[in-house]
């Protein structure tokens, strides 16, 4: 276990007990966005710390972040040629579709009384 050498981070703020909200006070109102974004980045620090996690990027990170992103794109590439195959497939279904209702509105032309089985029926011949 790591000891931590840096101080606590103490915030500048004072409670009202008839306000249940934390106010900044006039000194922390006045202090530059930089002073803000700092102790953002130490209470990060701390925080990460804490769980163990190293703050300082190394050549190590860098290729894990460079494949990290490769493999992203990569997956992104794959879904979006699988999409557009889908598609083709969808279109050329619909115009199998198109033919096949075609060919039924032509049949009902050559035997006007006739009606298909329902979907399920068995079919027999007599011999």
Known sequence: MSSLTSSPIVVDSYYDEGDMNCVPS???ASSSTESLGRRKQELQTHMMSLDGIDME?????????????DTVY???????NRVRQYTQLLALLKREEAAWLQRVEKSKEALPGYKPQPEGVIITLQV
Do not use: H, P
């Open 57 to 69: 990027d190394d050549e190590q990170d860098m290729l894990f972040v460079k494949y990290s992103v």
């Open 74 to 80: 990569s997956s992104y590439l794959a879904a979006r």
């Open 26 to 28: 006039a000194s922390s």
